[in-house]
């Protein structure tokens, strides 16, 4: 139940998007409110116009509109001395972050709100502007003491990480999305210098190793542009050796966070580093007190090679999210032992580097300690050519096969937290329930979608349920059903 300020209000949409209209409309419905529609600005201004007798307590403003935006249509409202009261105004964007925010523009809008919009999301916004405690309504928090103690105003902040590792990735996104920071990944530096040309963010995580472009080359480039200037970029590394400290500072970095990620030292930096412009602007988080989804809740049992309980601090305490990490490790990492003595037989140490790169920073992030250190020391020998290589390489094929036989193990006896890889006759329940939402254009796919995902993760679906979660972020249910049937027509 809502908070008695929120029971009943009115509340004016206006989106030029007809299917965010929608699900916005069958929202406010579910929750007692009155909700209006307006596809917009200008529609909009006439309606609260039009509405002196039962004026609006809230109004949802889309940001990009063609016309009028949300911005300029805000600041007539804030103008308008004939209303009887101010409405609270939430500004619904996919842009994320507020660097094309003023002063000016921050002081007409009350908080903003990402899409896609869930029913959880929304109710989060309207409490914030509206000031009601978070003990007012059954919430349950999803979030860990470490997540909680992070600098509030990173809240809303918009990143760029830039990231080639999957493994890495899902740890990295899944402590932003813990304090509610949005991101765009990056694989390489030629895709971090397009998304800066595309849209602000408010910060920049680099790794320093990627392909075609890394993260000290990146970092040079946008230093040429003098519009860039404030803009921070945080390195990402797991070399911490003086001289790869002393590079990323030569090319204008304002910091760096050492692999695998500690979770208090990202939150720290990121709290000396990042302002998110305009920050007057509460933005309302996407899980914060919100509702509680369903969360797969296996017990953790002692791995042999893992630190369970250093894992688990990587990923600030989510022991779901350090489930799917671990299960990402088994299935990205079957053959890399053999892979590894093959490139050391041939001689290509420079390749077999690369790849202990990235072993490096991921067994860190998993907590197997024994196999992040004969890493490291296999990785030292090759490049002094110490003579004891093949002794370290040893090591590491054995402290990686202790690894993968104790997850491979725990996999069999069905408790690793999910399901093994789900086949197309075990997904129809669940796609046929997606198709049902998306039929009636229901937004709580998107909800739904956020569910069920980690399920296909390895599945031979997978990468069609990506595009499925794309489609439906963007609000294109149409392509979302054309993705739906496509996987049935397979089944079938």
């Not at 007809?18 to 307006?38: A, D, I, M, S």
């Not at 408010?202 to 990627?210: A, I, N, P, S, T």
């Not at 963007?474 to 739906?484: F, K």
Request: proline share 4%.
């Amino acid at each position: 139940m809502l908070p008695e300020v929120l029971q009943g209000i009115r509340v004016l949409i206006i989106d030029d998007n007809p299917t965010v209209n929608l699900v916005l409309e069958r929202y406010l419905k579910v929750l007692g409110l009155q909700p209006v529609c307006c596809i917009s600005a200008e529609d909009g201004l006439l309606e609260i116009e039009q509405s002196h007798e039962a004026p609006f307590d809230l109004i949802l403003m889309d940001w990009k509109m063609p016309g009028m935006d949300g911005i300029a249509a805000s600041r007539r409202i804030r103008a308008n001395s004939n209303l009887m009261r101010q409405p609270k105004i939430i500004l619904v964007t996919a842009y994320g972050g507020h660097g094309e925010f003023g002063d000016r523009d921050c002081s007409v809008i009350d908080a903003t709100m990402l899409k896609p919009v869930s029913l959880r999301s929304l109710v989060n916004s309207m409490m914030s502007v509206f000031d009601c405690k978070p003990e007012n309504i059954k919430l349950t928090s999803g979030h860990k003491p470490l997540a909680d103690q992070a600098p509030e105003h990173l809240r809303g902040a918009r990143l760029l990480l830039a990231e080639d590792h999957e493994i890495n990735l899902l740890v990295a996104r899944g402590l932003l999305d813990k304090v509610d920071i949005s991101v765009r990944v990056a694989h390489n530096g030629l895709e971090v210098l397009k998304a800066l040309n595309e849209e602000p963010f408010d910060g920049v995580l680099m790794d320093l190793q990627m392909p075609k472009m890394g993260g000290i080359e990146a970092a040079r480039k946008i230093r040429q542009e003098r519009r860039f200037d404030g803009l921070p970029i945080i390195a990402m590394t797991a070399n911490t050796m003086v001289d790869d400290v002393s590079k990323c500072k030569e090319v204008g970095m304002d910091a760096h966070i050492s692999k695998p990620i500690n979770p208090e030292q990202l939150y720290q930096t990121l709290g000396q580093h990042i302002r998110v412009a305009g920050n007057k602007i509460v933005t309302a988080g996407k899980k914060r007190n919100g509702f509680k989804l369903q969360e797969f809740s296996a017990d953790l049992p002692q791995l042999a090679g893992i630190n369970v309980e250093a894992g688990l601090q990587r990923l600030a305490g989510d022991k779901d999210a350090y489930c799917r990490v671990l299960k990402k490790f088994r299935h990205s990492h079957g053959s890399f032992s053999e892979q590894l003595n093959q490139l050391m037989n041939a001689g290509q140490h420079d390749d077999v580097l690369e790849m202990l790169h990235g072993l490096k920073g991921v067994s860190g992030n998993i907590g197997a300690d024994a196999l992040h250190q004969a890493t490291k020391q296999l990785e030292l020998s090759l490049k002094q050519e110490s003579s004891d290589a093949g002794v370290r390489l040893a090591a590491v094929i054995s402290q990686l096969d202790t690894v993968m036989q104790s997850l491979r193990s725990w996999s069999a006896t069905g408790n690793d937290c999910m399901p093994q890889q789900m086949d197309l006759v075990a997904a129809m329940p669940l796609l046929e329930k997606m198709r049902d939402l998306l039929m009636d254009s229901d937004g709580d796919a998107s909800d739904y979608m956020n569910e069920i995902k980690a399920l296909f993760q390895g599945s031979e679906i997978e990468a069609e349920m990506n595009h499925l979660h794309s489609c439906i972020d963007q609000y294109d249910y149409q392509a979302a059903l054309n993705v739906i049937n496509r996987i049935v027509a397979t089944a079938e």
